[in-house]
């Protein structure tokens, strides 16, 4: 029978006694089983449990499920546990199949209220001997076009990606509608469990009404005690077993079943089973490096940092957002190629809060030689940290022109991706250098690419314009960029200084000493005249983070003016730019080399 039609018990209509329930149980049991059947039912995979004690904040994951505004990414795990909340609005339309490698594989779903309008055949299909007839409720179809495709992988890391489809961007009607009109899987497995735990199907849907709060939450505000018993037909008719009522509780004419005067209703006894210290049970499950960032300290930041819904700009570059901890003597480090503590507890936490509001987090290549970096965000809520999915958690790129950073699984950025903690880096690379296929293949194992570049200057450096809109292209639409020294000197000199939209700086109250990496851009050079300062920050603000002091700026619209770039010279004679997946092999690790190596930043 078609799915737009709402089947029900066809003596579940009525709210007779509890006496009429249960000899209409007992009868279906013991006289309209199915005769001979062999069939088995499935155990269910949900219990009171699950309805009492429901994951955190499942009825906000639920609407954006329902939504799908954005796209959505969770482990495997996550959509497991979540997507049979919601599977009353989505239904498969087909599976595509997975790609050649066998690690993506496509559902494609769409709003139930999708499909056409129900149209009963003229003659029912016949019921089996004693079965109970059926009520059909005509469903009105075709009311929603919204679509969405899911895509699972299982690599390196195990992860789902929910994106809309086509051109329709919402639902014309709400999730209410929908918990109206059909109710979930997990509702149906919690009232067949209870069931076929011997419970009488009116007992079953007094016990999970009691907590409403936790009902609604879960898609079930419309449940009814016909949806109980519907759920455990087929069950009901193949077990010749009397039902009884939960203990505790008892029948009240004219009222149904109700909890006895002086008892705990059952629903608070699961609950107080299972949960100790709701705030308790969550740090506890928090990785131990995981930071706290007051929300008192977060307006500070606020005016410098990208917006949530950020927009490439007419440029077609992202928010560039510039920061770095530095000593009072304006050094990184103590000496190249050594990592130096400068940030402070209160600071490093700040740093990562930055990271959960970009889309991704860029350094150069010596800084990941040096510092072996995690490049992701430990923010308490963050994707691997209590959050969903990977859900603040920016994408690393890294600046390797000449394919310098070795990348293995003991790496730890990809550690922190099989942990589900982060995301695969990209590797940005110059034209005329290339890699060992098996490097390139690794990569895509665990969610990452390399992404070649064939725009530079006339000293074969990657022009810092192609490398922000190449990032753009890939949607990203806020960069932080987080050092090294090349990079940072880079930015703030006046060529680049235009490209960056706000800069955030720590000072540590720590003199360095000479020898080590120094930020301090060229002076400007106007003419024959005296030098310039390099550059002058407006929009300044300061705020002390325990013994650190930060700075936020921006760059003065006259430093923002557009620099007259050199002329932007093309490789002659090198291979196609982007390492994707659309590209073998045979036209891009033939390495061509230019006249003079690109310099790795």
């Not at 009963?120 to 469903?139: F, L, N, S, Y």
């Not at 994408?395 to 922190?416: E, N």
Request: net charge neutral.
């Amino acid at each position: 029978m078609s799915e737009n039609a709402h089947d029900e018990d066809g003596n579940a209509g009525a709210d007779t006694s509890l006496q009429q329930d249960e000899h209409v149980d007992r009868e279906q049991a013991d006289q309209s089983g199915l005769q001979g059947s062999t069939s088995t039912i499935k155990a269910p995979s949900r219990t009171l449990r699950d309805l009492f004690n429901p994951p955190k904040n499942i009825a906000a994951i639920r609407q954006q499920l329902f939504e799908v505004a954005d796209k959505i990414e969770l482990h495997t795990h996550e959509f497991d546990l979540y997507w049979p909340y919601v599977d009353n609005v989505w239904v498969r339309q087909h599976r595509a199949g997975s790609d050649k490698s066998g690690r993506y594989r496509t559902d494609y779903y769409a709003c139930r209220l999708q499909r056409p309008t129900y149209t009963p055949k003229a003659v029912d299909k016949p019921r089996p001997e004693g079965a109970p007839t059926r009520k059909k409720h005509i469903r009105e179809g075709g009311k929603c076009h919204m679509k969405v495709k899911v895509v699972r992988y299982e690599g390196g890391y195990q992860g789902v990606t929910i994106a809309q489809l086509g051109d329709k961007t919402e639902h014309l009607h709400d999730l209410d509608m929908m918990d109206k009109i059909k109710r979930s899987t997990v509702l149906m497995d919690i009232a067949r469990s209870e069931v076929m735990n011997g419970y009488m199907p009116a007992s079953v849907y007094a016990v999970m009404s009691e907590d409403e709060d936790k009902l609604v939450a879960s898609g079930g505000r419309h449940l009814k005690r016909e949806d109980v018993r519907n759920a455990s037909q087929a069950w009901r008719q193949q077990h010749k077993v009397p039902l009884r009522v939960h203990e505790g509780y008892r029948y009240d004419h004219g009222n149904g079943i109700v909890r006895q005067d002086g008892t705990i209703s059952l629903a608070q006894t699961i609950t107080n089973a299972h949960v100790v210290d709701p705030v308790l049970a969550y740090y506890a499950a928090l990785p131990p490096n995981t930071l706290t960032f007051p929300e008192e300290n977060r307006t500070f930041l606020e005016p410098y940092l990208p917006r949530k819904d950020a927009i490439i700009n007419e440029d077609g570059l992202p928010h560039v957002t510039l920061t770095y901890a530095t000593s009072m003597d304006s050094m990184l480090s103590l000496a190249p190629g050594i990592q130096t503590v400068l940030s402070g507890p209160q600071s490093k936490a700040m740093t990562h809060y930055l990271r959960s509001r970009h889309d991704a987090i860029l350094i150069g290549v010596r800084t990941a030689l040096a510092d072996d970096p995690a490049l992701n965000c430990r923010l308490d809520g963050a994707g691997g940290y209590g959050g969903l999915g990977w859900e603040g958690q920016p994408r690393p790129v890294v600046i390797d022109p000449a394919g310098r950073w070795l990348l293995t699984p003991q790496t730890r950025v990809i550690r922190t991706v099989s942990e589900g903690r982060g995301k695969a880096p990209w590797i940005i690379m110059a034209p005329g250098f290339a890699i060992d296929p098996s490097r390139v293949e690794m990569l895509r194992y665990y969610g990452g690419k390399h992404l070649g570049l064939t725009d530079h200057d006339e000293r074969w450096r990657l022009r810092w314009e192609a490398i922000l809109k190449a990032l753009a292209a890939e949607g990203i639409r806020s960069v932080m960029i987080e050092g090294g020294g090349m990079v940072i000197n880079d930015l703030l000199s006046p060529q680049h200084s235009h490209l960056v939209s706000s800069v955030i700086i720590t000072v540590a109250p720590t003199y360095l000493g000479r020898g080590g990496v120094t930020v301090s851009p060229a002076p400007k050079q106007v003419g024959s005249s005296r030098p310039q300062p390099a550059l002058c920050f407006k929009d300044v603000r300061w705020q002390t983070f325990g013994e650190d002091a930060v700075m936020c700026g921006r760059i003065p619209a006259v430093e923002r003016q557009i620099q007259p770039q050199p002329p932007v010279q093309q490789a002659p004679s090198r291979p196609v730019s982007f390492f994707n997946s659309s590209i073998g092999p045979q036209n891009v690790f033939q390495r061509r080399v230019p006249v003079s190596e690109p310099t790795a930043q």
